[in-house]
């Protein structure tokens, strides 16, 4: 089973900083994901990533999210300006050699105050 | 939009017994469906899945079923043990894009 890190495993933040979520695999993997989780809902997807492109996209990713892959093998999630509703644990998954099966990593549980 | 439902949010079983976990799905083209179990502050563990080709898929005490004209599928744990305690969701891949589609996840206490 692949596996993948995340840093910080919690972070707190004032409401409008910008916060950078990391993801960590421990291996190379071409697909990436962004999930969230808000206390007591369901798990929601926000992005997908490929061969360093966003290949799909959730409503919520609005224009206050960006991803990307600075050094080829970290995946970061940027939030650019955070409101009180972002409040969630945010989870990274990746696929193993089946592209239907994703892997998460323990997740980052972010506060914004 | 609840594309992926799971109706019970809680479920008590005691220990040796058998545990049925439920879901419901609307869209017919999901091709894929998972079963994960979370424990609080921790992600989602892969359990099992099951292409939407098969009815049924096994592993281990786990054994996951298809019903595909019902669009409904179901997890089966036994024996259950304490350990299996945690909260279950179902997930469906598919429907444009890879993406996951969870349900809203069943509490599963098994009791000694």
């Known amino acids: 089973e692949p596996e993948v890190t995340q840093t910080p495993s919690h972070q707190v933040t004032q409401m409008g900083q910008e916060v950078i979520l990391r993801c960590v695999p421990i291996?190379?993997?071409?697909?990436f994901y962004w999930y969230r989780q808000i206390l007591g809902q369901k798990v929601e997807f926000l992005v997908s990533?490929?061969?360093?492109?966003?290949?799909?996209k959730s409503e919520i990713f609005d224009d206050q999210f960006s991803v990307e892959r600075p050094d080829g093998s970290n995946f970061t999630l940027k939030i650019r300006s955070t409101k009180l509703e972002d409040s969630a644990m945010y989870f990274c998954a990746i696929t193993g050699v089946s592209t239907d099966t994703q892997y998460f990593g323990p997740g980052t549980r972010l506060t914004v105050l | 939009d609840q594309q992926v439902k799971q109706n019970s949010p809680s479920l008590s079983v005691q220990e040796g017994r058998i545990s049925i976990l439920n879901c419901d799905y609307t869209?017919?083209?999901?091709?894929?469906f998972l079963w994960y179990k979370k424990y609080p502050a921790e992600g989602p563990t892969f359990l099992i899945s099951i292409s939407s080709i098969k009815d049924k898929n096994e592993d281990g005490r786990f054994t996951v079923f298809l019903n595909k004209s019902a669009k409904h599928l179901s997890l089966h744990i036994v024996p259950s043990q304490p350990g299996d305690s945690a909260v279950y969701f179902c997930?469906?891949?598919?429907?444009?894009?890879?993406?996951?589609?969870f349900g809203t996840g069943t509490q599963l206490k098994v009791e000694l």
């Open positions: 869209n017919s083209m999901f091709d894929y």
């Open positions: 990533f490929y061969n360093n492109e966003i290949s799909e």
């Open positions: 997930a469906a891949h598919g429907g444009g894009g890879n993406k996951l589609t």
């Open positions: 291996s190379n993997h071409l697909y």
